[in-house]
């Protein structure tokens, strides 16, 4: 199902050769000037439609990498399980999503986690990381060293600290042991570059390979950091069969070119019902319309399960959580 990127190429400049018949200078600007409420109709219209085209999901080959996106609301939660049992758990969500959490756990039978990372400190991605510290014992906490003054940050310091997890921060360009069968690359903060002012920009990056499988797990990182890595790494390092969307299917995050790089079949965004934000926006509602690529969400789908098995990739929608 892969497509190539020149085929993905062809179908952006084709969305761009049609924009002066519809009177717009950009894409951007095209995609937002309608009214408010014809905006949300037309988003509502796309979903669909993208929801339609999905392929039909196949069982898995075992053993596999699993990469389950939690549905936590409006925040992000990914529980990696590699083919040889190793745990990973990137991110906490929001206050109040320890029961979610641990629900997906138990139901994998997860009673330790081999490595913790709080991609960046922000009160989505580490509300409830506090009580998942206490809850389990971690091998290896992985995170970057900014402090953030929600009510969040020092609860989860005061619960490294409580139970003595090893902490080390992220750098761009190093590698994560973890697992015989993966392999996983930190792809931002990137060191070499000055130190954004948007703690988006800072958030950990994950390649995570299997065979010749591979997911892209990129935190709220937005174009800023897409940018940096595009500039450092080969696109052989971006690609990967799977992509969490940068900042749960922001506008500002998945650029064009960062996401013709890593040319991705499935694309999944941790966004809440009918959020504030409205995750995920048009602009990247479209790009994956154009693209043709597999689309999920966890406001509609919940919680979303991608299996890896070193040659193909399943997706298994069974375990969704309730509100």
């Not at 953030?148 to 003595?164: I, V």
Request: glycine letters at 6%; one cysteine or more; hydrophobic letters at 40%.
């Amino acid at each position: 199902m892969r497509m190539k990127p020149l085929l993905r190429l062809l179908a952006f400049f084709l969305a761009l050769l049609l924009l002066p018949t519809l009177g717009c200078t950009t894409l951007h600007n095209c995609l937002h000037a309608d009214e408010p409420d014809a905006v949300e109709a037309e988003k509502q219209a796309l979903r669909e439609t993208l929801r339609a085209e999905r392929p039909d999901t196949l069982p898995a080959g075992e053993p596999s990498l699993k990469v389950i996106v939690i549905d936590v609301g409006q925040g992000d939660s990914i529980l990696l399980i590699s083919p040889e049992g190793r745990t990973m758990l990137v991110d906490a969500g929001p206050k109040g999503s320890f029961s979610r959490i641990k629900n997906v756990l138990d139901a994998n039978d997860v009673r330790s986690l081999d490595i913790v990372v709080a991609t960046h400190p922000h009160e989505d991605h580490i509300g409830s990381m506090a009580k998942v510290l206490d809850a389990y014992p971690v091998g290896q906490f992985l995170t970057i060293p900014q402090a953030e003054t929600n009510d969040s940050y020092p609860l989860m310091c005061s619960a490294l600290e409580r139970n003595g997890c090893p902490v080390a921060y992220a750098q761009g360009g190093t590698t994560i042991p973890w697992a015989h069968s993966c392999t996983v690359t930190v792809l931002n903060p990137l060191p070499s570059y000055a130190e954004p002012r948007d703690f988006n920009d800072l958030s950990v990056v994950l390649h995570v390979r299997c065979g010749d499988t591979a997911v892209l797990l990129t935190g709220d990182a937005g174009e800023q950091a897409e940018k940096r890595m595009l500039d450092t790494f080969p696109r052989s390092m971006l690609k990967a069969n799977v992509l969490k969307l940068g900042h749960h299917g922001s506008s500002s995050a998945t650029g064009f070119s960062f996401f013709l790089a890593v040319d991705a079949d499935f694309a999944v965004a941790s966004c809440g019902t009918n959020n504030d934000f409205g995750h995920p926006h048009l602009e990247t509602l479209s790009l994956l319309h154009d693209t043709r690529t597999a689309f999920y969400s966890t406001d509609l789908d919940g919680t979303v399960t991608f299996c890896l098995d070193g040659e193909t990739v399943s997706v298994d929608l069974s375990r969704k959580e309730n509100p």
